[in-house]
T-cell receptor
């Protein structure tokens, strides 16, 4: 069965620090998709990124960057120069094939202090 | 444009009562998903619809849980004879078509259910 592990339960940083959120997944699927969602204190899940298993290119979007490595089954998320508004719970998520089912990691709570 | 909406935002009920939770997907989205978020279990998939049919109901925790979707739009999640362990936030999401490889799921604000 597929599984997503986010070993870091909580991380606390001071504003402007860089922070990396770790994500490791387990699967036997050859085609699959990985996502990151953000859940701010307001509660609504916000989509950040989707990658497929055939594309290991790193991606950068502003202060956010993602490192996908199939060899280590990891999909880590880095926030550069963190800001207080980045404080939220971040979920690494797995999906396979043509099903609609998403499998969520346990989430990492990020607190950015001013 | 309007996002996914859910109602009620909060629901408090007594153990043993039935509850109905409603989800209005983004206009034009044919796929609709239900998830549950609780402290003990994290975020779990319950069921998804493509149109009015439900190809995957594997996440429904018991036969007290059911969901329907009519007209390819609004969906209702019904929990019969509620138990305290049903207390959670119930999240709805929609996507243009079903399939994680084809489209992104966009989530609503959730319904917080408390069973006393």
């Amino acid at each position: 069965a597929q599984k997503v592990t986010q070993a870091q339960t909580e991380i606390s940083v001071v504003e402007k620090e860089d922070v990396t959120l770790d994500c490791v997944y387990e699967t036997r699927d050859t085609t699959y998709y990985l996502f990151w969602y953000k859940q701010p204190p307001s509660g609504e899940l916000v989509f950040l990124i989707r990658r497929n298993s055939f594309d290991e290119q790193n991606e950068i979007s502003g202060r956010y960057s993602w490192n996908f490595q199939k060899s280590t089954s990891s999909f880590n998320f880095t926030i550069t120069a963190s800001q207080v508004v980045d404080s939220a719970v971040y979920f690494c998520v797995y999906g396979s094939g043509n099903t609609g089912k998403l499998i969520f990691g346990q989430g990492t709570t990020l607190q950015v202090k001013p | 444009g309007a996002g996914v909406s859910q109602s009620p935002s909060n629901k408090v009920t007594e153990k043993g009562k039935d509850v109905e939770l409603r989800c209005d997907p983004i206009s034009g989205h044919t796929a609709l998903y239900w998830y549950r978020q609780s402290l003990g279990q994290g975020l779990e998939f319950l069921i998804y619809f493509q149109g009015n049919s439900a190809p995957d109901k594997s996440g429904l925790p018991s036969d007290r849980f059911s969901a329907e979707r009519t007209g390819g739009s609004v969906s209702t999640l019904t929990i019969q004879r509620t138990q305290q362990e049903d207390s959670a936030v119930y999240l709805c999401a929609s996507s243009l078509v079903a399939g994680v490889g084809t489209d992104t799921q966009y989530f609503g604000p959730g319904t917080r259910l408390t069973v006393l």
